[in-house]
């Protein structure tokens, strides 16, 4: 599970930024919400809010740039050329895989004119009722400042000849040697980047439903068909059916090797749904809101049952509100206790403090003209004039009481459409 990301100069970002799970425990509205782990209670749901191109999609490539960082990946751009001359970007990520390790931190920059790692550091936290947490430094290594210390114990002399396009883990020897105490942290880091999956609902591949779907798990099987179900009300079945496809024209046997190159589209071919007696190839006759309802459900029942972190940019594309609704409400559920949710959206009806979200699950993006900003709904406190309820809430942030929000009108141009045309604008 993660605590907190924060970052410092990366992409629209330049100023500090933090994104929390820390649930506030003084907050004793919809405790299912969040989940105690070694110490801390933590939120398994933050939504991001904003208007169009102010920075939302930017933190969903930060979690896509971390899984890269943390699996060894060199497959990442942070390119702070675009967006200002400062060529550092810092990012730190506190995280637990519920493998008795409790709370890491690790945190580093990178520079991206030089294409490295110019500072690493990995901490272990101990979270305490009262009071900073514990922090012990596992290992540290900066370039500039000519540190390199693991366990404690000074490695400052193997600083030049190790090479810095990689995080630590990834460019010294493990398996023995001076280094090997770092192993297993080494296995936590690819845990954690294992778990994070990034999805764009407008764009959701369905291949990890297909692959559920092909295995002989039956209680996968039930889920998928139980979420479709739910969500489409006019399907009875669906499945992957291979058996059912028939490869031949007049009596003549097509050799499905000839689809080489193409087996993604083939395993769709092969998705039915029922409706009614009748199986039909969902490719062809599903909506795109059901076939974005049959591949998310994939994604939903690994981060759920295995504890992953689930990514989702644009949650409330061509879904019905019920349906985004209910996609949150299963994260925020008792029962769930190690999947986390992250997702952007533009549907108000999810902004509910009083059923479905608490205030510090609730986050806006802002961008000015020079860069982008981050703000928790939980700063805006009734104190303070901050909302009380869900319904003053909505109230308020369409009248930009949190965050600026657009207020478009197109009268104008279309009096210039019908000016052009010969029409007065008195006329309209």
């Given at each position: 599970m993660i605590l907190e990301i924060y970052i410092d100069g990366f992409r629209f970002f330049k100023?500090?930024?933090?994104?929390?799970?820390?649930?506030?425990?003084?907050?004793?509205?919809?405790?299912?919400?969040a989940v105690f782990v070694d110490g801390k209670y933590v939120n398994k749901c933050v939504g991001i809010y904003g208007s169009n191109n102010s920075g939302k999609s930017n933190l969903i490539k930060l979690f896509s740039i971390l899984k890269a960082v943390l699996s060894g990946s060199e497959n990442f751009v942070i390119n702070r050329a675009i967006f200002c001359d400062q060529p550092l970007t810092s990012i730190s990520i506190t995280y637990n895989n519920l493998d008795g390790k409790g709370w890491l931190k690790y945190d580093f920059t990178y520079d991206y004119t030089e294409k490295r790692f110019v500072r690493e550091k990995l901490s272990s936290l101990t979270y305490y009722?009262?009071?900073?947490?514990?922090?012990?430094?596992?290992?540290?290594?900066?370039f500039q400042n000519k540190i390199f210390e693991v366990f404690?114990?000074?490695?400052?002399?193997?600083?030049?000849?190790?090479?810095?396009?990689?995080?630590?883990?990834?460019?010294?020897?493990?398996?023995?040697?001076?280094?090997?105490?770092?192993?297993e942290y080494k296995e936590s880091f690819q845990q954690l980047a294992s778990s994070i999956e990034v999805v764009?609902?407008?764009?959701?591949?369905?291949?990890?439903?297909?692959?559920?779907?092909?295995?002989?798990?039956?209680?996968?099987?039930?889920?998928?068909?139980?979420?479709?179900?739910?969500?489409?009300?006019?399907?009875?079945?669906?499945?992957?059916?291979?058996?059912?496809?028939?490869?031949?024209?007049?009596?003549?046997k097509i050799d499905e090797k000839a689809l080489e190159g193409f087996e993604d589209l083939v395993d769709s071919i092969h998705l039915k749904t029922r409706y009614g007696n009748v199986d039909v190839p969902s490719l062809f006759f599903d909506s795109s809101g059901t076939k974005k309802i049959e591949a998310v459900a994939a994604y939903i029942y690994e981060a759920i049952k295995e504890g992953k972190i689930l990514v989702i940019d644009e949650l409330d594309n061509g879904l019905h509100y019920k349906l985004t609704r209910a996609i949150v409400s299963l994260f925020n559920n008792l029962l769930n206790k190690k999947?986390?949710?992250?997702?952007?959206?533009?549907?108000?009806?999810?902004?509910?403090?009083?059923?479905?979200?608490r205030k510090d699950q609730i986050y806006f993006t802002q961008r000015d003209k020079k860069c982008a900003s981050l703000f928790c709904l939980k700063e805006a406190t009734v104190a303070s004039g901050g909302p009380r309820e869900g319904?003053?809430?909505?109230?308020?942030?369409?009248?930009?009481?949190?965050?600026?929000?657009?207020?478009?009108?197109f009268i104008e141009p279309i009096i210039k459409i019908v000016e052009v045309e010969g029409e007065s604008a008195s006329e309209v």
């Open positions: 100023k500090d930024t933090m994104l929390s799970f820390s649930a506030d425990a003084r907050t004793k509205r919809l405790l299912s919400n009722p009262n009071g900073k947490p514990f922090e012990k430094t596992l290992f540290e290594k900066d404690g114990s000074s490695k400052v002399e193997y600083l030049g000849i190790i090479r810095g396009n990689l995080p630590l883990f990834y460019v010294v020897e493990l398996e023995s040697g001076i280094f090997s105490t770092l192993k764009n609902m407008y764009n959701i591949p369905i291949s990890k439903t297909i692959d559920l779907l092909k295995r002989d798990h039956q209680e996968k099987k039930d889920f998928i068909l139980s979420f479709v179900k739910h969500a489409d009300l006019s399907v009875c079945d669906f499945k992957y059916d291979k058996a059912d496809m028939k490869y031949d024209v007049d009596g003549e999947g986390q949710l992250v997702f952007t959206a533009h549907d108000l009806l999810l902004i509910d403090c009083n059923y479905l979200m319904t003053d809430l909505i109230k308020r942030y369409n009248h930009g009481d949190f965050v600026e929000v657009p207020s478009p009108s």
